[in-house]
Structure formats: C-alpha cells, structure tokens
C-alpha cells in the first residue's frame, strides 16, 4: 500500500537490482520522482561487514559534470577504497549512496531549476528511498555527503544549506559558483534557473547565511586544477 505526498517520491514506482545478478554489495536502483518529473538512478554500496548493522552511517557521494550514478563506482572504485580503509582498521563500516544529479544537459548542478528540482530530488527522494529500501538505514543513521567538481559544489551548498541533514561535507576540485559551472557545460545554466536560484546559488552566500549552524567541513583541489584559483578564493573568504 502506498500514501501519495505531493513532492514526494512515490515509492511503489521504483525497480531494484536482485543481488544474484550484481557484484556483492552493489545495489543500484531506478526512482520516479515527481521532482524530477520522471525517474532518477541510484548507486548503493554497503560493505558485507556493514549488512544487518541498525543506524548505520551514509555518506552520499556526487558525481561532476558528464557523469552520472555509476561514476563514482566503475570510474573511481571508491567502494573499493572504503573496503581498503575499513580493513586498515582507518574507517568502521558506511553505506556509500551514489545518485545522478537527475541528468539534465551537461549538469544539473544538483540546483532547482525552473521545470525540474535537482535539489530536492537528492535530499528528500534519495534519502527517503533508501531508508525504505535499506533497514540498516535509520533517522538515527549519521549522514555525510561528499563530492567531485559539480559534485563538490553540490556537497558544499547542500551540505550547508541542509546542515539539519548532514553531518559533515566533504569535497574535491570543488566548482564554487556559476561561474565556474557554466566553464563546463554548453547550456545557459542562468536560463534554466530562477533569478533567487541565481542569487543563492554561491557557496558564500550559503555559509554566511548559515554561519552559525557550518558541520564539519573540509574541501581540497589539486595545483594544477583549473578550479584551484576559485577554491583559494573560497577558503579565503571561509577564513
């Protein structure tokens, strides 16, 4: 039996991998959202260590620019690095969550844009489906987002403006603007979105806007990326 709720995922509507046919731990799910206004895909890792586990922690990790949902796994292995980690005895066990951005043109930005909310499609109809599909996952389960370049601009804006959601924020190589977006996609992004989108749209702005109530971040960029002007820039103003 399902309960409709206007902007919210409609979870009946969902299709989900069967485990005899996936590599061990990997899960990968197919969402319609009515934020999106058709479906969304989604990555899920969860360690054979971790499975059963009550209030296990999450960390939601951002694809950039061109990718989507399976970047994260078959074009960095980062399920591979947590399992490194982990049996290091560095990390304890997480669920690593990996959607799409909602997959419009180049990027999405993870923004709300005018027809379409990216936005709300990771912080509600992501985290909603996996707490239906995985019982490891509960409201008391710790969540982090983390991300690359468009992704790393997504984890530091969402990260800061949702800080009631995420515990830490953690990004790389970050975009920190429109600006910088827009050097990397063909569509007008200005002209998908709202003129308060546009105004909200900084990383600055949002941590100003929520100075008081910053989790745990950190963010790097390697010397020779082109973003790392933008990423001094932005640890300056953070100081």
Known sequence: MSTKMPGMLNLPHSSITNALYTPQGVTFLSLKSSHLRGRGEVSIYLPASAQGHSDLSLIMLLHGVYGSHFSWLYQAGAHTVLEKLMAEKQLGPFMLVMPSDGLTGDGSGYLEHENKNHE?????????????????????????????????????????????????????????????????????????ISEQTIHESSVVYNALKYRDHLPPLRFDCGVEDQLIESNRSLHALLR
């Not at 995985?134 to 468009?150: A, K």
């Not at 953690?170 to 910088?180: E, G």
Request: aromatic content about 10%.
């Open 120 to 192: 709300a499609w990771i912080v509600e109809d992501v985290l909603l489906a996996i707490k239906h599909h995985f019982s490891e996952i509960t409201e008391r389960s710790r969540i982090f987002i983390s991300g690359l370049s468009m992704g790393g601009y997504g984890a530091l804006r969402l990260g800061i403006k949702y800080h009631q959601i995420f515990s830490g924020i953690s990004a790389h190589s970050s975009i920190t603007d429109l600006d910088d977006f827009q050097t990397f996609i063909e569509e007008d992004i200005r002209s998908k």
